[in-house]
């Protein structure tokens, strides 16, 4: 095994392949609009007008949906451990296309629920985890400005799905609408996965990062000796820790959802809902790149913090639309905090528990994201029904982005909850 020096290593000037990994993990990234909430709300009303659900009915289905694909991510991360992400990744990519192909053919409610399900479950959280623990596989100490990169697929994609969404949905209807999406979705993913994606630096002679020996801490970990396995639900750090980076999947899922509802209540277009998920992106993809370069830095607890700040105040925000600015201004404070979070959500387990055995770590703190998101939506319509407004239940929430800070100073993740070390084998010359 090569041995570290004490500086830090340089990266070979040729380009690193890892940014091609970021490139393809950005674009499948993209392609799982389709099962994400913010293309979802320009579907539903539609949806509502054509099955006869009622909101809190379809909120209570999305809940149900959401939560099969908690449960999937969990199982689909373990076996990218074992696999690899390139194989699930194709494996994932075409049943994510026959997903869409189910919600543009389902004639009940019991195969649009199987269609809804499977569609939530592959775009919403297997197609994102593979292709952050690939990310996380090819970068180390540049690991928080490769997630960077890699989001902006996600930003493009909160951009330009929901009018594009829209305007399929008026012009051949909803359900011939996502059999397009279906097709472009299988044609995006699919092919990058086999020509591009490669599991891991190591499988083709190379180092993270583009340097010439192994990442010094993943070298002191192997000095340990045995291999080891990490404690995850026996932590309660992690629990801490998870439950904290729920929070903006809970908050964000229920704004978005019920975006289209929230603008009509306060006199503004349908239109005007799906349009500023422009200026959301916009303000996403800036916030995001300038978090990648911060948290190689500054690290990502404080990071986090800021992103709570940065919600309370899109949850104002929210009570007090009024007009066009206001609303303008709610959705640039959002993609702030949508922004941050993608990073701290990309880069903390592996900042804390390396990236060998990932999935389980990772996977295992998306279940709990994704049943948070799961859940959002539905309090907020019940309060909506009880209520007569969104105001109140959006007050309520109010006081998760603080609970979530105290849970983030209480957490104490890392190498105190890693019983042993796993050996880093070095590439063969």
């Not at 066009?324 to 592996?350: D, E, N, P, S, T």
């Amino acid at each position: 095994m090569s041995t570290p020096t004490n500086t830090t290593p340089k990266a070979n000037r040729r380009l690193f392949y890892g940014w091609a990994i970021v490139a393809a993990s950005g674009l499948v990234v993209f392609s799982s609009g389709p099962g994400q909430s913010y293309v979802f709300s320009i579907f539903i009303d539609s949806i509502i007008a054509d099955t006869g659900l009622s909101r809190p009915g379809i909120s209570a289905l999305y809940m149900a949906s959401t939560g099969v694909s908690a449960v999937l991510v969990a199982i689909v991360s373990r076996l990218a451990d074992r696999y690899g992400p390139r194989a699930m990744l194709v494996a994932i990519g075409l049943g994510f296309g026959g997903a869409c192909f189910g919600m543009a053919t389902a004639t009940n409610i019991v195969l649009f629920y199987i269609a809804f399900a499977s569609l939530r479950a592959l775009g919403q959280g297997s197609l994102t985890i593979n292709a952050v623990l690939l990310v996380n596989q090819w970068f180390v100490s540049r690991r928080g400005k490769a997630i960077a990169m890699m989001g902006l697929g996600a930003v493009l994609s909160n951009g330009a799905f929901p009018p594009v969404a829209r305007a399929l949905i008026d012009g051949i209807g909803w359900r011939e609408a996502y059999g397009v999406i279906g097709v472009a979705s299988i044609l995006l993913i699919v092919p990058v996965t086999l020509l591009v994606v490669r599991n891991r630096p190591e499988d083709v002679g190379l180092f993270p990062d583009g340097v010439d020996e192994p990442p010094a801490s993943e070298v002191r970990r192997a000095r340990a000796g045995a291999p080891r396995e990490v404690r995850v639900f026996s932590s309660m750090s992690f629990w801490l820790l998870a439950l904290s980076l729920g929070t903006p999947g809970l908050v964000s899922t229920a704004l978005v959802f019920h975006q289209t509802s929230i603008f009509e209540e306060s006199g503004l277009s349908a239109t005007l809902a799906a349009g500023v998920f422009i200026v959301f992106a916009a303000s996403s993809a800036v916030s995001s790149l300038v978090a990648g370069f911060a948290v190689d830095r500054t690290g990502p607890k404080q990071l986090y913090a800021f992103t709570m700040a940065t919600l309370l105040v899109s949850l104002v925000l929210a009570v007090a639309i009024n007009s066009v600015f206001m609303a303008v201004a709610y959705v640039l404070v959002m993609g702030v905090a949508g922004g941050c979070h993608h990073i701290v959500q990309g880069v903390i387990w592996a900042h804390y528990y390396g990236r060998h055995g990932l999935g389980r770590v990772q996977g295992s703190a998306m279940t709990i994201n994704f049943c948070a998101s799961a859940i959002g939506p539905l309090p907020l319509a019940l309060f909506r029904d009880l209520s007569g407004t969104y105001t109140l239940g959006m007050v309520v929430m109010m006081a998760l982005p603080v609970l979530s800070v105290v849970a983030l100073v209480l957490a104490r993740p890392g190498d105190a909850e890693v019983v042993d070390a796993t050996p880093v084998a070095a590439p063969e010359d």
